[in-house]
């Protein structure tokens, strides 16, 4: 088959299930503008990941991921871990049809579907990072590949309530607030060690600490405010220990992009970096709880290449 046909990786249950009553438009709307693709759907989790294998090897350079953040993290996995076809020549363009849709966010991807299209059809592209995360489960190491944001300690919590939430079909706006002020009940600093680039960086107790190859998560929220995805680099950040009270108070931080003047809060840029903590603690990748420390990032630049917004300044033009 011609590798210039896309594939639609579409994931009915994001969002609450709305792709799945709105794909028939979605699907429509690409037919309407002459867009050539086949669609297949997954039917549970990381399905998106075996699907992505069987469509390189049917031929497919092409992919469209449907969805979320969630979605988008499995069809990467899906490529990465795969070993028959280049991943430098696969292109990758999203739809946003998800509860947070933060990676699209930051490649400035238009929320409306009309002009979310309009971009993939444009063709516009960069070669952004990938993020080799190594960590443990249930005692084994295990491998994922990040595309926009990873967590350990509060943030990670955060995305296990959130998915708890999501899980029992209540997951609306306020998700990830919610889910902010529980994890952040039961949260205890835990005595960790940060190494980054073969060079201790931070050592004591740590209530969050935060990696970014992109700076938007939870809907908007912002660990890593100059995070940049085609930089080569992954910011770090790093919150010690800080009063519950004053972390309630200073919470609109995140969503200002001013959390570095946070006394409590330190950052650096790294091509790799470990976390290694007292008492085992989560992970979170992509919004996608995983395993637990102790765990290593190592950045793969220009790993991938992904559609993006025509208002999307490439990090050698800023």
Known sequence: ????????????????????TEWPLLSNMLKERGFRFEEVFTTH????????????????RKIISVGGDGTLHEVVNGLFHQREVPVEDVTVAVLPAGSAN??????????????AIETIIAGRTVMQDIGRVEYSQAGVRNTRFMVNVAGVGLDANICYYCNVAKNKGK??????????????????SNRSRVVVDGKKYFTGKAFSIGFGIGKYSGGGMMQVPDALADDGLVNVMVASKIPK??????????????????REVSHRLAGRVSVFTRRPDRVEIDGEVVGTTPMTLEVIPGALRVVVGRDFEPCRMR
């Not at 989790?45 to 497919?60: C, M, P, Q, S, T």
């Not at 607030?177 to 952040?184: D, E, P, S």
């Open 102 to 115: 933060d990676w699209a966010r930051m490649f400035r991807i238009p929320g409306d579907y009309g002009k």
């Open 45 to 60: 989790r990381y399905h998106a990941v075996e699907l992505v294998i069987y469509a390189l090897r049917r031929g497919f």
């Open 245 to 262: 009270i004053k972390f309630i108070l200073l919470f609109k931080r995140l969503f200002k992009g001013t959390i570095y003047s946070v």
């Open 1 to 20: 088959m011609s590798d210039s046909k896309w594939i639609a990786v579409v994931n009915p249950n994001a969002a609450g299930g709305k792709v799945a």
């Open 171 to 188: 997951s609306d706006d306020l998700s990830y607030v919610k889910a902010a002020f529980k994890a952040l009940l039961g949260r205890r």
